[in-house]
């Protein structure tokens, strides 16, 4: 067994000043992924590259819910177990789902076993279908709020970023989707869907993946 010495001298750690951790690759990365191999690879590959496909887009905004008072990893290593638990997150099967459904899930040891959040899953899903008739996709009403460009920040340092807890624009999505009935949708919550998902990037400066993650969104037919 390494001794604590060696073993604290080998964990990456974060530059106080430009929030970048440099990975054992040579590449400098946003700090929060820990150098954490799974997480370092939803960071590299899922986090703020824009999406369109509507079970992603509710698996996503869902998760955040269940994530409120947890660790994101903790979310994303159980993320298997919450795609079996619920449909693979398409949201006209779990809008049918049952005060059984939900007993079951309060067993299920995989996911999070917190009555309210799985209950809000299944109002959220009916919540979904509701946006969809009047919409046509998720990603369309999603997408609508996306932010301005003069309404960024000019430049995303590690400082900055540190400000962006939640926006004018995420508090204005949490709101109109709490007047349709959607819960666990605060405007934090939001915000880190809005990352996620990503209608803003937030990778910092010097990121290796902020600038290919900024021409994807260039790139990317926004849904109407």
Request: glycine share 10%; charged share 30%; hydrophobic share 30%.
């Given at each position: 067994m390494a001794d604590t010495k060696s073993a604290t001298a080998a964990k990456p750690e974060r530059d106080?000043?430009?929030?970048?951790?440099?990975?054992?690759?040579?590449?400098?990365?946003?700090?929060?992924?820990?150098?954490?191999?799974?997480?370092?690879?939803?960071?590299?590959?899922e986090w703020g590259w824009p999406v369109d496909e509507d079970w992603r887009l509710f698996e996503k905004?869902?998760?955040?819910?269940?994530?409120?008072?947890?660790?994101w990893l903790t979310i994303l290593r159980k993320r298997e177990a919450f795609r079996a638990a619920f449909a693979n997150f398409e949201f006209e099967k779990v809008a049918v789902f049952t005060e059984a459904d939900v007993e079951r899930y309060l067993q299920d040891s995989g996911i999070v076993r917190h009555r309210k959040k799985i209950?809000?899953?299944?109002?959220?899903?009916?919540?979904?279908?509701?946006?969809?008739?009047?919409?046509?996709?998720?990603?369309?009403y999603f997408w609508?709020?996306?932010?301005?460009?003069?309404?960024?920040?000019?430049?995303?340092?590690?400082?900055?970023?540190?400000?962006?807890?939640?926006t004018a624009e995420s508090t204005a999505l949490s709101k109109d989707l709490k007047k349709r009935g959607w819960s666990f949708v605060g405007p934090t919550t939001v915000y880190a869907f809005m990352q996620s998902m990503g209608?803003?990037?937030?990778?910092?400066?010097?990121?290796?993946?902020?600038?290919?993650?900024?021409?994807?969104?260039?790139?990317f037919l926004r849904p109407v």
């Open positions: 106080p000043v430009t929030g970048l951790l440099e990975g054992t690759d040579g590449l400098k990365r946003c700090w929060w992924h820990g150098g954490l191999d799974d997480y370092q690879r939803y960071h590299d590959t905004i869902c998760l955040e819910g269940f994530q409120s008072g947890l660790s209950e809000s899953t299944i109002n959220n899903a009916k919540r979904a279908l509701d946006l969809v008739s009047e919409f046509g996709s998720l990603a369309a609508s709020f996306e932010p301005k460009p003069e309404n960024r920040p000019p430049r995303l340092d590690f400082e900055t970023a540190r400000t962006l807890g939640k209608m803003v990037n937030d990778h910092l400066e010097g990121c290796c993946c902020r600038e290919k993650v900024e021409q994807a969104r260039a790139d």
